[in-house]
């Protein structure tokens, strides 16, 4: 069961069209694992539809905001969400997250970047890092802090830090006043699709030298 969601807010920008890459495809897929967020997206798509009918009728100028955004809606096509086949059991990844690494969990090529840690970085726009992370059972990713957004959907197994659980589907939304550390639980081997528009904060000096090099 999912019990960490998208906020209104990204929602609506994804609605609006007006997030990178990265972030369209993270939420898109969580979309494709929620059925509550899906719901809301829908609500948030005939917002922007209604907009866009109400124009040439009324002839009234709408607020500069609310313009923009329903333009910047027509003009970017964010990255299509759709449900989840239904006999999808077998399968880790959603589309469209299943299209961006080409097939599942078995296509990944990844990359050891320390303490049996290992990520994927894939092909988006350079506004924003999209990962593949794999965190050993039990495993932690080391504890850092974030200058700008960070947004992690668990695919298999389950994370916790200070803040909470996630388990598959659920998503964690992290911030400049966030500070976490998250570690696997034990039994199983955590994957999960990392967002990030900013490089991380870290404490250990490790992992700070290495960043260049890991793109984290
Ligand atoms: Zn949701
Ligand atoms: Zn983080």
Redesign the pocket.
Known sequence: MITHHLSDRLLMAYSAGNLPEAFNLVIASHIALCDECRARLASFDAIGGAMLEQMPETGQALPDSALAATLARIKTTPVAAKPAPRPAQSRVLPEPLASYVGGDIDAIRWRGIGGGVRQAILPTSKAATARMLFIPAGKAVPD?G?NGL?M?LVLQGAFADATARFGRGDIEI?DEDLD?Q?IAEPGEDCICLAVTDAP?KFRALLPRLAQPFLRI
Do not use: G, Q, R, V
Request: proline share 12%; net charge negative; charged share 10%.
């Open positions: 850092h974030h960070e992690t992290a976490h998250p991380l």
